[in-house]
């Protein structure tokens, strides 16, 4: 499991927005968070991001595991995409993409020698 959340709870002052909640999220899996408006679902999702915000329970990640968030609402979407927006979330990972197909393209059109085993290092650091 890459993501295990064990009965945690949430609570503002008196206002308890939600308890035993228990679920877990394995790799590839894919999955929606339903709920009537005020029902505590970006309370959750900003309790994934900061585990020790729990009042009780327990969040585990795998080690490797990475989160991207973006903010509710569209008002700062701009003039992309929606993919584009949500990639937004996951900065680091797009710039390593593009360094990748730079080192791609770079290696395909490199003749072989020192400057090209210099290039297949750097993929390989990549990796
Ligand atoms: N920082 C806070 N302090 C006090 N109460 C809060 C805080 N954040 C959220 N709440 C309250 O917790 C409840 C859950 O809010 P939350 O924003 O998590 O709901 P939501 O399901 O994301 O709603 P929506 O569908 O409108 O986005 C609401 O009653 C909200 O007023
Ligand atoms: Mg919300």
Known sequence: MQLVVDNIAKSFGIHSIF?????????G??????????SGKTTLLRCLLQPETVDEGNISYESDLRL??????FADMG?????????????????LREKMARLETLA????????LEEVLADCKNHT
């Open 19 to 27: 308890k035993n909640v228990s679920f877990t999220i394995s790799k």
């Open 29 to 38: 899996e894919k999955v929606g968070l339903v709920g009537v408006n005020g």
């Open 68 to 73: 991207g968030y973006v903010q509710q609402g």
């Open 79 to 95: 003039a992309g995409s929606l993919w584009e927006f949500m990639l937004g979330s996951c900065q680091d990972i797009v710039k």
């Open 108 to 115: 395909a059109t490199t003749k072989p020698g020192a400057k």
